[in-house]
């Protein structure tokens, strides 16, 4: 592989970085001959994009029209399907994710909501915001627990992990048979999943956003698990018909719904998701910036990534478009 000319060319990096990330990122870049530029995301405007040779970092793919010029662009997420929408990216721009920086944000807030909501805790923060003094009865544990996880990937891992450390028995879902290592007893497929779901006290999803996940939890999935089970979602919210959730939670069929992304997203303020008592709703930060270890982790993976693009290697994570 040959190294990449960016000689006169411009990089734009929107990560938060620090003093000293920053100066190693503007040191790879102009060592290359480049200028660094340094604009955080959400100000990130359709001209500061022209001129731009790589973008390492998130930027709202509506200021992206498929530039020409633009020949990477590394995401500082671990998702990416709204940059493979038609008119974003032009067919030369080489994209790469982060996943694999994002296991133990997502999954410590994942597994936080299934325990609150086994807990009832979520009952007893509305009972205390009401200066409610009420018992909300029996309650069930993740000790002993059958957990489905859906996605057995870096995030999903993490997941299973924190589950067996209390004592569940976690079986993972993958898209290819795989032999069974900790932290799970037992793997299965994606073609087994309504045999699967009978079998799970939670089940927990962390699948990406494909035409084959989107709206997989209909109402024959919710029916398929297993009567007073908790559900999780911490991958995308099209992966759930919504009225379909609804009505399982209202019938008392699933014991709650800890869901991290929903589906629409935003959620508007009217929707009934907001109005039900065993929905814990968290509006997609988990894997944003709010775990510092998680940031530092992911801006080194996103540095790494760049100077593997300077050097003309083979990037890691790459998509395939």
Not at 38 to 66: C, K, M, S
Not at 261 to 274: G, R, S
Request: glycine letters at 8%; a negative charge; hydrophobic letters at 45%.
């Amino acid at each position: 592989m040959s190294k990449v000319d960016l000689t006169g060319r411009r990089v734009l990096v929107t990560l938060p970085v620090n003093d000293e990330e920053r100066a190693a990122f503007a040191a790879a870049i102009e060592g290359a001959g480049a200028q660094a530029v340094f604009i955080r995301e959400h100000y990130v405007r359709e001209r500061d994009i022209d001129g731009i040779t790589a973008i390492v970092g998130n930027v709202p793919a509506r200021t992206l029209h498929a530039p020409e010029g633009l020949l990477w662009l590394q995401t500082s997420s671990a998702g990416y399907d709204h940059y493979l929408a038609p008119g974003i990216l032009a067919p030369q721009t080489q994209l790469s994710c982060a996943a694999g920086t994002y296991g133990q944000a997502v999954s410590e807030h994942m597994f936080a909501q299934v325990l609150c909501l086994m807990k009832k805790l979520h009952l007893y923060r509305d009972n205390q915001r009401e200066a409610r003094w009420h018992d909300e009865g029996t309650v069930t544990t993740m000790s002993g627990a059958n957990v489905l996880v859906i996605g057995a990937g870096d995030i999903g891992t993490h997941f299973a992990q924190l589950c067996a450390a209390v004592g569940a028995h976690v079986t993972g879902l993958r898209r290819t048979t795989v032999e069974a290592q900790a932290p799970y007893e037992r793997m299965a497929t994606m073609d087994e999943l309504l045999d699967e779901l009978p079998k799970a006290d939670v089940v927990a999803s962390v699948l990406p956003s494909t035409p084959e996940t989107r709206g997989l939890a209909d109402a024959r999935f919710f029916a398929a698990m297993r009567e007073g089970a908790y559900f999780a979602n911490a991958g995308r919210g099209d992966l759930v018909v919504s009225e379909d959730l609804l009505e399982a939670l209202r019938s008392g069929h699933l014991a709650g719904a800890a869901l991290e992304v929903t589906n629409p997203e935003p959620l508007p303020a009217d929707h009934p998701l907001w109005a039900e008592p065993n929905a814990l709703i968290t509006p997609h930060i988990s894997g944003f910036w709010h775990l510092p270890a998680q940031t530092r982790r992911t801006i080194a993976f996103c540095l790494g990534n760049l100077k593997t693009f300077i050097a003309g290697e083979p990037l890691r994570n790459l998509v395939s478009r």
